[in-house]
Each structure stands twice: as C-alpha cells, then as structure tokens.
C-alpha cells in the first residue's frame, strides 16, 4: 500500500513536504502520481515522476513552486512544496502505476490559511 503523509496548516508563502511511502513492494518500478482535490472540486494531477526519476511533469500552477523526487532505497517518493497559496488547498494523494498494477494512498490534507 501507499501512505501519504506530511500535510498540514501552513500559511501563505509556508512550506511543506508531503511524503507518499510504500510498504509491501518496492516503488522502483513505478511511476508515482500526486493528486489533489479542493472541496467543490475534481481532482487534478499536480506532478508525475517515472520510476527512474528522469521523466517528470508539473501542473501549470505549481511550476516553479513544488519540487517531485523520489529516494527508492527510502521506498519514498516526495513533494516539496514551496510559496504555499490558498489556492493550494487541498487533500493531496500519491498513485502509483506499474504496468496493470496501481496503489492509491490516503489522502493527506494541506491547508493554506492565513
């Protein structure tokens, strides 16, 4: 399974790092996908990371601002999130695909507030 982690209540221009750690499998082969959903909202994919780490994608919105890595011997992948806005708010997950094979975690909330 997948579990996310690191959210919290941070205000604007705060700081967090959401963690999405796998146990039972290793993360080396797949992809990881992080996820938010704002209340009222569909969810959107914020960033994306392939399994080597060489291929990786922001949401327009969070360029410049979110960082995507990952440390398979930590079986751990990261979000580092940097000048947090309100418009960040969200619960955020990680999703992780392997060929057919695919984990969802838990959602991890992040609320920017001042």
């Known amino acids: 399974q997948l579990q996310a982690s690191g959210g919290g209540l941070v205000q604007p221009g705060g700081s967090l790092r959401l963690s999405c750690a796998a146990s039972g499998f290793t993360l080396d082969y797949y992809a990881i996908v992080w996820f938010r959903q704002a209340p009222g909202k569909e969810r959107e994919g914020v960033s994306c990371i392939s399994s080597s780490g060489g291929n990786i994608h922001y949401l327009d919105s969070v360029k410049g601002r979110f960082t995507i890595s990952r440390d398979n011997a930590k079986n751990t992948v990261y979000l580092q999130m940097n000048s947090l806005k309100l418009e960040d708010t969200a619960v955020y997950y990680c999703?992780?695909?392997?060929?057919?094979?695919?984990?969802w975690g838990q959602g991890t909330q992040v609320t920017v507030s001042s």
């Open positions: 999703y992780g695909r392997s060929g057919l094979k695919t984990y």
